[in-house]
C-alpha cells in the first residue's frame, strides 16, 4: 500500500511542469505562436475561482506597455478554439488590454491529466482560499479515485489538516460564501461546523462577522448554542426546588453566566459556566473581592 501511495503521490506531485515544458528553457521559438485572442477561453475547470483584480489590473498595464513576455499554454477543441492549460492570468489581463491575439503553445494533452495536476500545482502553490481548496481536494478524491493520504503525500500537507479542509463545504451555503470572500476565515468556519442547525450556522456567522469576533471567541459561542439547544431536549427531571431556583437566579445575576445548583441526599454541586478565561477571571475576581 505504501509503494502504490508513494507512486500516485509522485506523480500528482511532478505539477503541470512534468507535461508542459518549461518555456524558457524546453520550448523551440518556432512551437510558440500568435492566436486569436477571440477563439481562447478560460478553463471551467480551473480550481482558482478567485483572481486578484489589482493584480490583474497591475499585469494589464505590463502588457499594454511591453506585451506578453511568456506565451500561455492552449489545448486545441474540435470547432477551432483553444482552452487555457497555463496562464489564466496572461489571459484576462491580455483581454482586459483589448489585445487582438496573445502568443501561445497548443499542446494536445488528456483532459484527465490537465484537471489532476491543475489542481495539485494550485494546491502546493497555495493560490486557493480554502473553500476552492476544499473543492479542490473534493473533486480529486470524487472525479479522480484519489484518497486523502495521496493527496497529504503530494501536497505535503497533513491528512487531518485535509479532512478539516474539507468539512468547511458542510457548511450552510451562504457562509461558505462568507469564507470564500474572507469575511470570516477557515478558522471561524471550523468553529461554527460545531452548530448543526444551518439557521443557527448563518446568525452565528452574521454575529462573527458584524463584531469581528476571534476563533476562540466564536468556539465558545458555538459550545454555548450547542449546550442550549440540548437544553431544549425535553428530559424528565424532578422539579427543582424553589429556594434553589431562586439561588440560581441571583447567583446567575451577580456572575452573569449560568449556574446550576444540583441537590442530593448528603451532598450537593454547584455549577458556575464559563465561556473564555476571561469569562473566568471576572468571575474569581468577584468571588475574592472583600467585604
Do not use: W
Request: proline residues 3%.
Amino acid at each position: 500500500m505504501a509503494n502504490k501511495v508513494a507512486k500516485r503521490s509522485n506523480r500528482l506531485g511532478r505539477g503541470l511542469s512534468a507535461l508542459i515544458p518549461d518555456v524558457k528553457d524546453d520550448i523551440d521559438s518556432k512551437e510558440i505562436i500568435n492566436i486569436e485572442l477571440s477563439k481562447v477561453y478560460p478553463n471551467e475547470g480551473q480550481p482558482r475561482k478567485v483572481f486578484d483584480d489589482e493584480k490583474i489590473e497591475i499585469l494589464c498595464e505590463s502588457i499594454k506597455n511591453y506585451g506578453v513576455l511568456q506565451p500561455i499554454v492552449v489545448k486545441p477543441d474540435e470547432e477551432g478554439n483553444y482552452m487555457v492549460i497555463a496562464g489564466e492570468r496572461r489571459y484576462r489581463a491580455s483581454t482586459k488590454a483589448k489585445l487582438k491575439q496573445i502568443p501561445a503553445v497548443i499542446r494536445d494533452i488528456p483532459m484527465k491529466d490537465i484537471m489532476e495536476i491543475a489542481l495539485i500545482e494550485n494546491l502546493q502553490r497555495e493560490d486557493l482560499n480554502s473553500i476552492e481548496e476544499a473543492l479542490a481536494y473534493k473533486s480529486l478524491i470524487d472525479h479522480y479515485n484519489v484518497t486523502q493520504e495521496e493527496i497529504s503525500e503530494a501536497v505535503g500537507k497533513s491528512r487531518p489538516h485535509i479532512t478539516n479542509t474539507i468539512r468547511l463545504l458542510n457548511l450552510q451555503q451562504e457562509v461558505i460564501d462568507m469564507i470564500e470572500n474572507t469575511t470570516l476565515t477557515a478558522g471561524h468556519g471550523k468553529a461554527i461546523l460545531r452548530v448543526a442547525d444551518p439557521k443557527l450556522q448563518l446568525e452565528l456567522a452574521k454575529k462573527v462577522a458584524d463584531e469581528e469576533l476571534s476563533v476562540r471567541v466564536t468556539e465558545s459561542l458555538a459550545k454555548r448554542i450547542c449546550e442550549n439547544k440540548e437544553e431544549e431536549i425535553p428530559k424528565k427531571a424532578k422539579e427543582k426546588d424553589i429556594f434553589i431556583v431562586d439561588v440560581e437566579e441571583r447567583l446567575r445575576n451577580i456572575f452573569g453566566t449560568k449556574v446550576s445548583i444540583s441537590k442530593g441526599k448528603k451532598k450537593g454541586k454547584i455549577e458556575i459556566e464559563y465561556y473564555s478565561d476571561e469569562d473566568l477571571n471576572n468571575i474569581l475576581s468577584m468571588m475574592m473581592e472583600e467585604d
